[in-house]
């Protein structure tokens, strides 16, 4: 079973990946699950939904006129 939808989003300075999911919590736990059967030390973990800027981002591939402004 995947978890998340697409590739995922890895930052190597900040040590921080981003996944997009559909499951919400369901996925998250799943994932906490097979990180720690590997043994990948996880230090924090959240679920973030995504604004209406975030949908328009990806449904259209660029970003807002006041999403650039931030």
Do not use: C, Q, Y
Request: proline share 3%; hydrophobic share 35%.
């Amino acid at each position: 079973m995947e978890i998340g939808s697409g590739e995922p989003t890895i930052d190597t300075h900040t040590r921080k990946v981003d996944v997009l999911v559909d499951g919400g919590t369901k996925a998250l736990i799943e994932a906490l699950r097979r990180l720690d059967a590997l043994g990948v030390n996880v230090l924090d973990i959240g679920l973030h939904r995504p604004t209406l800027d975030d949908v328009f981002l990806s449904l259209t591939g660029h970003a807002t006129d006041e999403g650039e402004k931030k």
